[in-house]
Every structure is written in C-alpha cells, then in structure tokens.
C-alpha cells in the first residue's frame, strides 16, 4: 500500500473521451504533477502534486484555458489509498497499453464549449452550450435577412459577421490546444474549415456550419448528461439528514456529521441514513436500492443495514458503523467512477487507431485540395471547397466516444441491479466466458445448514426428539446446533431444561436433561458413535447411511433410556441456483462446482443443479482447476472473495458474491450484490450485450465516416453536411448507447 496526498477537482462540461485526454494531457505537462486520472461521467479530475511543482491554482487555470469550468472537489488534499483502486487484472490482448488503464494520450482532442457545472438541471437553453446555440441562431438569422432586404453582397458581409463572431470562441480553443501541443481537435480543424471557406466566397455556408456545430455540442452535452444520471441517482439515494439521538433527545443533523458509534432514529418509510447494526427493533427492510432486490428482507437487532435502504414497518434505532463517504453507496458510487479508468482492448484500440486516423485524414484533406487542381487542371476553388469538407467528416469523435459511452452506461444499468464490473476490461473480458467454476458454500447453498429430515425412532415423536436434541444443543454456536435450535423456534417448540452440557470431541455433544420422567443423560452425535455405544439400533444406523448418501450430515439423539431418532441437516443450494444453471446451459456455458467438502456432499449439490464438480480441493488446487479451464477458453470464478482469492485473482473474471460486504465490493473484477445465483447469466447477459452495443456504435460511426468521406471528396455533400454528420454521428453513438442504461440483464432472451 502507498499513500500519496491528492488533489481533486470536479471539471464541468466533458462530454467525450477526448475531453478526458485533453485535460490529462494539459495537465501532466505541468511540472511536478503526476497519476492524473480524469473520469468522464463523474466529471471527476484527481493528481498527484509534489512539493515544489505546479499550485492547484496553475492547475485550474490550464483547465480553465480549455474551455471548462474547474472546481475543487471533496475539500481539497486527500491521502488516497493505493491497495485496492489499482486493481488491475490482466484480461489482456498483445499491444494492451501498461498501468491502470490509463488513457493513450496520443488520441485526438476534442475541446467542446463547456457548460459550468451550475448548469446541471437546468432546460437546454438555459446552459452556457444554449445560449451560444441560440446566439449563433439569431446571428445567422439576422444575416438571412439581412440579404433578403438588401442584396447578395451586402448579405455577404452579414455572413461574413456573422461567421466571426460565431467561430471567435472556437477559434480561441483552438489556439490554446495548439500551444499545449495537441493541433488535432475538432476546434482546430473547425477553425480552417471556416477561414478556408471564407476564402473561397463561401461564408453563408461557413455561418451555418458554425450553427450546425454549435447545436451539436448542445446534442452531445445532453447525451453526456443522460449518461451520468445513473450515477447521481445512485449518490441521491441516501437522505441529507438523520435522527440522531444523544441524551435521551433527538435532533435533526446532516448524514455527514454522524460519527461511527452515535445512534439513529429511522421512522417507517425513511431512507435509512448510514450503514450500520441495528440496536433496538424489528422491520421489513427494503434494500432494492442497494442490491436491486425487491423484496424487503426482515431485519432485528445486531443485523446489518445499508445505507439508502428504506425502512417499511417499524421505527429502529441503529449504530453507526461507516461515516457517510464509507458507506455502501458511497462505496459503489467510488466503484463505478473508478471503473471507467478500466478501459476495455478495444477501447484502447480505438484511441491509438485515432491517434493515426486523424493526421491521415488531414493530410488526406492536404491531397485533395492539391492534387486535382496541380495533377488534373481543377478549379482551386472547387477543391478546396470539397477538400475542407473531408477535414471536418474526418474527425473521429463519434469514433471515440462510441465505446467509452457503452461502457459507461452498462456501468449505470448493472450497478441499479446489483451487478459491480469494474471496468471495460471486466465487461469485454465476461462476453467471452465460456465456462464457469462456482465455490459451493455460500455461493451456491446458503452457507449455513438447514434441518432437511427428522426421522423419530420407534415410539418416539418428532416433538420428542427436538425437545431434547435442544436440551443437549442450547448454547452451542456451532453451525449445526444453530440448525436443530432453528428448527425447535420454528416448530414452537421449548427445548427441555438441561446442564452439565459437554462436548465429546469428534463425536458429539452430551448433557443431563430434565425429562417429564426424571433426569437423564442425552446424547448428540456421530450415528457411528451412536450404534458404536449402543445408542441406536442397526435399522437407525442403515437409515442413518441412506441419509448421509444424499450429501446430508445426520446426527443421532438418544438417552441413557432410550433411542429418540435422527436429525440430517444440509447445506441447502439457492432457491434460484437450478434455473441459473439452466440459464447458463441455454447461453453455451459451462459450469462446475469447486468445494472442499466430500465428493458425496459435492454429488450431491452438483446432482440436483446438473452441474459438473471437483471435490476435496484445497486452494492451490482450485487455482490449478482454473488455469486448466483457462487453456481451454475464457473461465469465470464466483467464491466469496475470501477462501477463494488465488482462483478469483486467476480467472479471466473474478467475481465476488455477497450483499454489501467489503469482500464483495472490494476484491476480485466483478460484484453480485445480491445473493442470487441468477444475477451470475446476469452478469454475463449484461456484458454481451454492452460488447453488442459498442459494435453497433463502430459500425455506425465508421459507417457514416465512409459514406461521407466519399460524397464529400465527389463534391455531392458539402461543408454543412460535413459538420452535421459529424456531431449527428457523435449523437447517435451515445444516444445508442444510453439503450444499455434501460436494459434489464435479468431478462433472457
């Protein structure tokens, strides 16, 4: 772990991957300024600044150059942690760019007319981008009109205002990225289109090209935004203000003053204000907003509640355990904005393939207007009219942003339903997974045995029998006396009185217990130990081998006097683990269960779910399993996050179940928040179809590219069709795109 004090701001107005790249760029040029990390959706900006270097304020101020709105973020320094949000596992491909994902920075730019942070919420036409839409609107409006009322000459000249002052802002982006260094943005190449096109007569049409461009910045700035709802939907879940009691009153302070330890009121219906255990109470608890599980889960005292959740029954006092940016939403929220740092293959393909798309089309461009004109005796004018058309189709920001906006979206869609991935490569890496091993306990059973049979002996009653085992197992905290004490409270059955309670090691559980008809000594154990002592008889014993054949543990309940029965408890799979399986099988992929219980209790399992498993494994033998099934094609591992850290780290996907825990938020690739087997071809769905989303996005933005590069260069599109197809392409990237962000993943088909 290495600890580096931070700073973090939040930049207003980045609307595409190539915002990202322009402001990390800008930024790692100032002296002493290190592991710049720019996150899109959460418009977040954070490096490392050493003693001597560049101020924040020199930060701010080269930001500001750019065109964006920069404010400080989150107080200021912060010391941040290194041990987990570097994660990175290795999905990779040949040529997969080093580090954390971090971006190529040798992709184009592209410097927008940002909006101030202020204007989120607010009607289009009330941000900074609307109003120079609606400013550049009048201009060219008052210019048509302009020569409708005069002539078209005078109404060259309108254009010709017009066309300046509309372009004067672009203009100014554009110098500045020139003098960092970065001479192919948008804004440059927006810039030459229009002197060049007022060069040749042409500024009614370079007036509406700067429209065109202004409206679609508004286009993509509300795309953008879309994109980043589901995040602030997320971080809008927990309630401002809390119940906090302190002396015997109660007194309303903000959720960012609670302190671990203090206690809090929750009325029913409130938002619960901060992770924590309840104290006093008992209430149906609806977690849909953290885990996306519809059904409020029954909660009392000492069980753990999250934060967001929404209490429906009954008012509960609750210990803070987490301080407000600890808790699980904050947590996931960190989760999902570090995700984009992840960046998938093929998005890092598609930024070093712009960055040599972009000055070969320039220089393409270059070609066009020289060679016709030079070669072949073409009119200059007519070149370089089709030549500066070329220059604006050939800019790639449809291109660039068509996969980060899929991924950020599926980030969004599956974090609303409990499904963590953390990052492209996480998601390309799931697409491709063939086969899938699943730790036994806790993933796929309940981790905790249930009582499956009660078998009385010969003139004994179920009541009886459960009577007593609860008299020998009252105080026990191991998992199978939990079992039979569990079984009494639902029968309502009282356990008998008892003492002297002791354990007989490998065999069982002894103690005197008071009988309707006197005291006498009782027995839990082994069914071995049992017919061993005399205990049971052989017909007991056979059942009791029947039982144990079925993956179940059986334990024999007797007295000095008499024998009373069996009790076979088991580990009983998910409700929903047969149909996931099922899903699966319907998907292509294969499963296998790797547990370190016996093959019986694994056949068992594997059996009833249909499943291939591998029993007796010790951890560096389920790590051995995965490399195997990896030669073979993409394999994914679900375990707990714990037992399991050498396979999951292995796995092409490492993917953690458990609803909330820092184990399931904090190791491995991927989080099942809910514990559903079912949210495992969830996941998967969810990753195919982003992948099937981002081809669709390639396709259209190259699609449209080629279409245009070829009209332009025969002179059938002109510069307005030029610039329209490319802020139209952008746009219709990210509005298909935000599809993803209403996909349902636990929906086949």
């Known amino acids: 772990m290495q600890e580096t004090n931070r700073r973090e701001w939040q930049v207003g107005g980045m609307d595409c991957a190539s915002c990202t790249v322009k402001v990390t760029k800008a930024v790692e040029k100032l002296p002493g300024v290190g592991d710049v990390r720019v996150a899109l959706m959460s418009e977040r900006l954070s490096a490392t600044l050493s003693e001597g270097g560049a101020s924040p304020e020199e930060v701010e101020a080269v930001v500001r150059r750019l065109g964006y709105e920069i404010s400080a973020g989150k107080g200021g320094p912060t010391t941040a942690r290194r041990d987990h949000a570097d994660h990175d596992h290795d999905h990779g491909g040949a040529g997969e760019d080093p580090g954390h994902g971090a971006p190529d920075h040798g992709a184009p730019g592209h410097v927008h007319s940002h909006d101030d942070p202020a204007d989120r919420g607010k009607a289009w036409y009330a941000t900074a981008k609307g109003r120079l839409v609606i400013f550049t609107g009048i201009l060219l409006a008052l210019a048509w009109i302009f020569e409708l009322l005069t002539s078209a000459e005078y109404g060259y000249w309108a254009f010709l205002a017009a066309c300046v002052i509309g372009v004067a802002p672009v203009a100014k982006r554009a110098f500045e990225a020139l003098r960092m260094g970065q001479p192919f943005t948008i804004e440059s190449l927006m810039t030459i289109a229009v002197i060049g096109a007022l060069f040749i007569g042409a500024a009614e049409e370079a007036a509406l090209v700067v429209f065109l461009f202004a409206v679609g910045e508004v286009l993509e700035g509300v795309a953008a935004n879309k994109a980043r709802d589901g995040i602030r939907a997320l971080a809008n879940l927990v309630p401002k203000t809390a119940l906090l009691e302190e002396g015997g009153t109660t007194r309303e302070v903000p959720v960012s003053a609670l302190a671990i330890g203090?206690?809090?009121?929750?009325?029913?219906?409130?938002?619960?204000?901060?992770?924590?255990?309840?104290?006093?109470?008992?209430?149906?608890?609806?977690?849909?907003?953290?885990?996306?599980?519809?059904?409020?889960?029954?909660?009392?005292?000492?069980?753990?509640?999250?934060?967001?959740?929404?209490?429906?029954?009954?008012?509960?006092?609750?210990?803070?355990?987490?301080?407000?940016?600890?808790?699980?939403?904050?947590?996931?929220?960190?989760?999902?904005?570090?995700?984009?740092?992840?960046?998938?293959?093929?998005?890092?393909?598609?930024?070093?393939?712009?960055?040599?798309?972009?000055?070969?089309?320039?220089?393409?461009?270059?070609?066009?207007?020289?060679?016709?004109?030079?070669?072949?005796?073409?009119?200059?004018?007519?070149?370089?009219?089709?030549?500066?058309?070329?220059?604006?189709?050939?800019?790639?920001?449809?291109?660039?942003?068509?996969?980060?906006?899929?991924?950020?979206?599926?980030?969004?869609?599956?974090?609303?339903?409990?499904?963590?991935?953390?990052?492209?490569?996480?998601?390309?890496?799931?697409?491709?997974?063939?086969?899938?091993?699943?730790?036994?306990?806790?993933?796929?059973?309940?981790g905790k045995p249930v009582v499956t049979d009660l078998v009385p002996a010969p003139g004994a009653t179920e009541a009886e029998l459960l009577a007593v085992a609860g008299a020998v197992e009252t105080g026990s905290s191991h998992p199978l006396a939990r079992a039979v004490l569990d079984r009494i409270a639902a029968a309502g059955i009282t356990a008998l009185p008892a003492r002297e309670a002791r354990a007989i090691i490998g065999k069982g559980v002894e103690a005197m217990v008071a009988t309707p008809g006197g005291e006498v000594r009782a027995w839990v154990s082994s069914p071995h130990h049992a017919h061993a002592t005399g205990g049971i008889d052989a017909a007991l014993s056979t059942r009791a081998g029947t039982l144990e054949s079925e993956g179940k543990t059986v334990v024999a309940v007797y007295d000095e006097t008499r024998a009373l029965g069996l009790i076979a408890m088991r580990d009983e799979p998910r409700s929903d683990a047969a149909d996931a399986m099922r899903q699966l099988r319907a998907m292509g992929i294969g499963a296998t269960i790797l547990t370190g219980d016996n093959p019986r209790t694994a056949a068992a399992i594997a059996g009833g779910l249909g499943m291939e498993f591998r029993a007796q494994m010790m951890p560096e033998d389920k790590l051995a399993v995965i490399r195997e099934m990896g030669a073979e094609g993409g394999v994914m591992m679900i375990g707990d996050g714990i037992n399991d850290a050498p396979a999951l780290k292995q796995a092409g996907v490492g993917v953690a179940m458990g609803s909330g825990t820092d184990v399931a938020l904090e190791t491995a690739d991927a989080a099942i928040l809910r514990d559903r087997v079912s949210d495992v071809p969830a996941l998967i769905r969810l990753s195919r179809a982003t992948m099937a989303n981002i081809r669709q996005n390639i396709t259209l933005a190259l699609g449209l590219k080629a279409v245009f590069l070829v009209t332009s260069v025969l002179g059938i599109t002109g510069l307005w069709i030029a610039i329209l197809a490319d802020t139209g392409a952008t746009v219709l990237v990210t509005l298909n795109a935000l599809r993803l962000l209403a996909y349902d993943p636990g929906r086949e088909g």
């Open 262 to 446: 203090q206690t809090v009121l929750v009325r029913p219906g409130d938002r619960i204000p901060a992770d924590g255990t309840i104290l006093e109470g008992s209430s149906g608890i609806d977690e849909s907003p953290v885990t996306g599980e519809s059904i409020p889960v029954s909660k009392g005292p000492e069980d753990a509640v999250f934060a967001g959740s929404i209490n429906t029954e009954a008012v509960l006092r609750i210990s803070v355990s987490r301080e407000a940016s600890d808790n699980t939403i904050a947590r996931i929220i960190r989760l999902v904005e570090e995700a984009e740092e992840a960046r998938a293959p093929t998005e890092r393909f598609i930024d070093r393939f712009s960055r040599l798309y972009m000055p070969a089309i320039v220089g393409l461009s270059a070609l066009v207007i020289l060679i016709p004109p030079l070669v072949g005796g073409g009119h200059w004018d007519t070149w370089i009219y089709r030549g500066l058309a070329l220059l604006l189709i050939g800019c790639p920001c449809a291109l660039v942003i068509s996969v980060p906006a899929s991924i950020a979206s599926s980030l969004s869609a599956g974090a609303k339903k409990g499904l963590l991935l953390k990052g492209g490569a996480v998601i390309e890496a799931a697409a491709t997974v063939r086969r899938i091993a699943f730790d036994k306990t806790g993933t796929l059973t309940h």
